[in-house]
C-alpha cells in the first residue's frame, strides 16, 4: 500500500472496518514502511501480536519503535502526553485556573501572583542583602501549613536553610499569629 498523508482515519476505519497503520498521525512514513514490509499494514495486524518485543522481532523494529507502534494504536498518551499526566492543552488550562497557593500572608502579593505561590512549581524570589528573603521563606514554611478549612493547602513543608539565617523563635512567632488566624476563621465557620 501507498502511504497517503494522515488525516486520521481511512473510509474503512470510518465505517467501521478495520483501521490502517498509515492513517495514524503518530507514525512517520518511514516506520509505517518498516511495518508494512514486514506485513503489519492494520491496527489488527498490530495487535495481534504478543507484545512489544514480539512486535519489534517480527516486524524487524527496534523496540522503541515498537512501543510507539502500540502507544499510538491503542490511542495511549506518547512521552510528552505522560509528562503532562496525558492531558490535552485545555485541561492544563483549567486545573491552572483552578489552581489553590501557598498564601503568602499579603493579600496584595497574592493577587499579584494569581493566589498566591503556585503548588507544583519551582518559585524563586531574589533581591539584594536585607530586603526579607528569609523571613518570605520562612513564613511561606509556616503558611503551607494552613488547612483547607481556612482556604489553605494544608501542606507540609522542608526548610533548608544554606546560611544559617533560620531562626526558629521568628518562625514560632510567625506559627502563633498563624494560629490566631486560623481561630478567628474556624469563629467566622
Given at each position: 500500500s501507498n502511504p497517503q498523508p494522515a488525516?486520521?482515519?481511512?473510509?474503512?476505519?470510518?465505517?467501521?472496518?478495520?483501521?490502517e497503520l498509515h492513517t495514524y498521525a503518530g507514525l512517520t512514513p518511514q516506520?509505517?514502511?518498516?511495518?508494512g514490509r514486514a506485513g503489519f499494514?492494520?491496527?489488527?495486524?498490530?495487535?495481534?501480536?504478543?507484545?512489544?518485543?514480539?512486535l519489534a522481532q517480527e516486524a524487524g523494529v527496534t523496540f522503541e519503535e515498537a512501543r510507539l507502534v502500540f502507544q499510538v494504536v491503542r490511542g495511549?498518551?506518547?512521552?510528552?502526553?505522560?509528562?503532562?499526566?496525558?492531558?490535552?492543552?485545555?485541561?492544563?488550562?483549567?486545573?491552572?485556573a483552578a489552581r489553590v497557593g501557598i498564601s503568602t500572608m499579603s493579600p496584595a502579593i497574592d493577587q499579584m501572583l494569581h493566589g498566591g505561590i503556585p503548588l507544583g512549581k519551582l518559585t524563586e524570589f531574589c533581591g539584594v542583602p536585607g530586603i526579607g528573603k528569609t523571613q518570605f521563606g520562612m513564613q511561606l514554611a509556616v503558611s503551607v501549613h494552613?488547612?483547607?478549612?481556612c482556604h489553605g493547602v494544608?501542606?507540609?513543608?522542608?526548610?533548608?536553610?544554606?546560611e544559617g539565617s533560620f531562626s526558629s523563635e521568628r518562625v514560632a512567632e510567625m506559627a502563633r499569629h498563624l494560629i490566631t488566624l486560623m481561630i478567628s476563621c474556624w469563629r467566622i465557620l
Open positions: 488525516t486520521g482515519m481511512d473510509e474503512a476505519a470510518a465505517s467501521g472496518g478495520v483501521r516506520l509505517v514502511g518498516k511495518l499494514t492494520t491496527k489488527d495486524d498490530v495487535l495481534r501480536m504478543q507484545g512489544i518485543t514480539a495511549a498518551p506518547n512521552r510528552f502526553q505522560e509528562a503532562l499526566g496525558g492531558r490535552t492543552a485545555l485541561e492544563l488550562l483549567s486545573q491552572e494552613t488547612p483547607a478549612t494544608g501542606g507540609q513543608c522542608v526548610y533548608i536553610d544554606t
